[in-house]
């Protein structure tokens, strides 16, 4: 806990953008998603591979995810290649592994 206290619209700004990471999150689909891509740059098709999911839901879930402004996308001729944008989803991704992932 920060030493500071924080003023109460600043504590409502945080808690807005923290339920909105969260909400985002607790899709299992799109939590599989960042978890793969915390380890780097993947294209649609590799990510399609790597997780199982098929085409027209990994497509859903990444437009919500770059709606969110949490991956960065790059095109490469024919293909996009998604990264991790969010060091916020970054230390939640890191938490979650240490908890679940990693026993």
Do not use: W
């Amino acid at each position: 806990m920060p030493a500071t206290k924080l003023d109460i619209d600043d504590m409502q700004s945080a808690a807005a953008e923290a339920c909105r990471l969260m909400k985002v999150l607790s899709n299992p689909d799109r939590l599989m998603l960042l978890c793969q891509l915390s380890q780097g740059e993947h294209n649609v098709g590799e990510l399609e591979a790597a997780l199982g999911i098929t085409q027209p839901t990994l497509s859903q879930q990444l437009t919500v995810l770059r709606d969110e402004g949490l991956v960065l996308t790059r095109r490469e001729g024919k293909h996009v290649f998604y990264s991790l944008d969010s060091p916020p989803a970054q230390a939640v991704i890191r938490t979650v592994y240490q908890q679940f992932c990693s026993r």
